[in-house]
């Protein structure tokens, strides 16, 4: 359930009962959930993120927001909006939550929120990771091979122990591990793997 929910960056927020779409990361240390929405979002009692669509199979995640106000930001977090607007741009609202679940509803399972939303693994190496992937635009080839995608300007903006998130003129693309969970020590190793079996395809 953990790696189905690292596959979307998008989805649909029901804010009691009504719709919205959004867009949101993860913080890397905890795995909490950053909004940013509107007003009727930010006021309302219950919020429902659907991922990635409002259907029958979607992952249903019972949220447990706190609204940052400008006294709140703090370094950590303004490195979590930073990363908001590395995946997704600068967003047209004003107001940003943090999100834990308090259940995550996906089929036939139900699990506690914190067993799912789950700090990034790779987040003390990311940084090294996006490194080798950036600079000489592997992103792109990455998707051909191991997303069936092909993309354009494309940046790989976060990795964790599930896959790869890669923001591109179509929005972000997630590019799996074939083998995942993968440990910090072997993250290296397996991502030159795939760029040069991305280089050879």
Same mark, same amino acid.
């Given at each position: ?97 943090? &999100?834990?679940?308090? =259940? ?5 399972? *139900? +699990? #506690?929120?914190?067993? /799912? ?22 992103? &792109?080839?990455?998707? =051909? ?5 092909? *993309? +354009? #300007?494309?940046?790989? /903006? ?44």
């Amino acid at each position: 359930m953990v790696r189905e929910l690292r596959r979307w960056r998008s989805g649909v927020i029901l804010a009691d009962t009504t719709p919205y779409d959004t867009r949101f990361v993860a913080h890397p240390a905890t795995g909490a959930l950053l909004f940013a929405v509107g007003k009727d979002v930010a006021d309302a009692q219950e919020l429902v993120l659907w991922a990635p669509e409002e259907s029958y199979d979607a992952m249903q995640v019972l949220l447990g927001p706190t609204e940052i106000n400008d006294s709140d930001w703090t370094p950590e977090l303004e490195g979590v909006r930073d990363r908001y607007l590395a995946y997704h741009g600068r967003p047209p609202s004003a107001r940003w939550l943090l &999100a834990i679940a308090d =259940a995550v509803k996906w089929r036939d399972e *139900v +699990h #506690e929120g914190e067993e /799912v939303l789950r700090p990034n693994a790779l987040r003390s190496v990311e940084s090294k990771l996006l490194k080798m992937i950036n600079p000489d635009g592997h992103a &792109a080839a990455l998707c =051909a091979r191991f997303a069936d995608a092909t *993309v +354009h #300007e494309a940046v790989a /903006v976060g990795v964790d122990e599930w896959g790869l998130d890669v923001r591109s003129r179509v929005g972000v693309l997630r590019v799996s591990f074939v083998d995942g969970p993968v440990e910090p020590d072997d993250a290296e190793a397996l991502l030159r793997g795939m760029i040069d079996d991305a280089a050879g395809a």
